[in-house]
């Protein structure tokens, strides 16, 4: 997706349930959760030596931040303030392994795709009173992206355990990660 700030793009006030702007505030503390914990991991794995998979991890942890602000700027075109919450620790901050961090970011991923549900159950009732909002559109777009994201992860960490069964060396599989286009 494409990102920055789109100075072109004017406010048109729109009136936004409480409720839906709540849940919509939620999940932008969780997208940046996610950007910060993705950097810890890149953190690790830059430190151990694995350029290829901490360049993957720290490329994941942009794709975090512009989750977030697609949903910052959902409420902010509409005219809507928005809140932002103190950010969690990332826990943890260090793993046994590479496999162990990717393991990790794969039920990372699975947890948030529970999130975005629970922020559909939220805020799709407001739907059928507030068309005009398009939260049916923005719930679908970030369903969408988690599919894709447990999907590349997952990949991931398929590679270690194919690696294993045929002792190839971290280095290499570090090469493969490196070369990984994310998708978007
Ligand atoms: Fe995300
Ligand atoms: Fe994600």
Redesign the pocket.
């Known amino acids: 997706m494409g990102f920055g700030y789109k100075n072109k793009l004017h406010v048109q006030k729109q009136d936004i349930p409480p409720d839906v702007v709540k849940a919509v505030e939620f999940q932008i503390n969780k ?1 940046i959760y ?1 950007q910060y914990l993705y950097n810890s991991m890149g953190a690790y794995l830059q430190c151990s030596d694995l350029p290829g998979m901490a360049k993957w991890m720290f490329k994941q942890a942009r ?2 931040e512009e ?1 977030a602000f697609k949903l910052i700027e959902w409420l902010t075109l509409k005219g809507q303030r928005v809140h932002l919450a103190q950010i969690d620790e990332p826990i943890p901050q260090w793993w046994d392994s590479p496999q162990a961090v990717f393991e990790n970011s794969l039920e990372h991923e699975k947890l ?1 795709t529970s999130l975005i549900h629970s922020m559909g159950e939220k805020i799709l009732p407001f739907d059928k009173d507030h068309p005009e909002l398009g939260i049916q559109a923005l719930v679908q777009w970030f369903i969408d ?1 988690q599919v894709e ?1 447990e999907e590349s992860v997952g990949k991931i960490v398929q590679i270690f355990v194919d690696g294993k069964s045929s002792n190839r060396s971290m280095s290499d599989i570090d090469i493969e990660i490196g070369n990984i286009q994310h998708t978007c």
């Open positions: 997208e996610s794709e975090e989750h948030v992206e994201e």
